[in-house]
């Protein structure tokens, strides 16, 4: 059994073009091409969809509203979004529509195949960039206190500065272990403070110890193990 799909696009040639693709392809049934929200949610009406792509910018009813009420009449439908719009307002606006997939017009027929294919099996889908730019605003969204934990993954040599610095050690102790020089560290360490979105060394050990890389003695003081030597008394 063919899945039928709806398509919603003001510009002619990808409404044909898009037509032309999925008729071509097995599976896929195209009942309905239209120019505007509206008639969007007309054909919808009638056609009953398993699948509706559309663009946030229709004319007459944009496509956030056009989701809206294609949704409502027919919950068993699925709206993929298909555009060129990817800034964060059109991407929250159309998923809290209800959307089930958004992906970029700049991604080739392959990507918006995927997306179909995953709606299909009960899963949503974002095109890379639009993934991207959902995540860039959780991440941004996040409190201060979460974001040192998962902001950024260090490499295994980062990890084992701020194993080091949360620990106490002194710049030179730590340039003779890693044998670079005391600038180095202290590059490095900017960069590593940078990278997590931190502004203090105290900063820096408190994702430690909420990452695990570092311990605390019995009166809550960050200690030092013994790293081949480089650190082994507590830190004052």
């Known amino acids: 059994m063919s899945t039928s799909v709806l398509l919603a696009d003001s510009h002619a040639v990808l409404r044909e073009g898009l037509s032309s693709l999925l008729k071509g392809h097995s599976g896929y049934e195209v009942v309905a091409a239209v120019a505007d929200g509206r008639e969007a949610v007309r054909a919808a009406a009638r056609a009953r969809p ?99 934990v998962g902001a950024a993954v260090l490499s295994g040599r980062e990890r084992t500065l701020v194993e080091l610095l949360a620990d106490g050690c002194p710049t030179r102790r730590i340039a003779a272990h890693l044998g670079v020089s005391t600038q180095t560290v202290t590059q490095q360490r900017r960069h590593i403070m940078d990278k997590l979105g931190v502004e203090s060394i105290a900063q820096l050990t408190k994702y430690a110890l909420r990452e695990g890389l570092t311990t605390c003695d019995d009166d809550g003081r960050a200690t030092r193990e013994d790293r081949n030597g480089v650190c082994k008394d507590p830190v004052g």
């Open 50 to 148: 398993d699948l509706v792509v559309l663009d946030v910018a229709l004319p007459r009813l944009n496509g956030v509203e056009a989701t809206r009420q294609i949704l409502r009449a027919d919950p068993g439908c699925s709206v993929i979004v298909l555009s060129a719009h990817q800034d964060h307002r059109s991407i929250s606006r159309m998923l809290a529509a209800g959307a089930a997939a958004y992906v970029s017009k700049r991604r080739g027929f392959r990507t918006l195949m995927r997306a179909m294919e995953a709606v299909q099996e009960g899963r949503g889908y974002l095109s890379p960039e639009i993934a991207q730019l959902v995540t860039q605003r959780y991440v941004e969204n996040l409190p201060q206190d979460d974001r040192l």
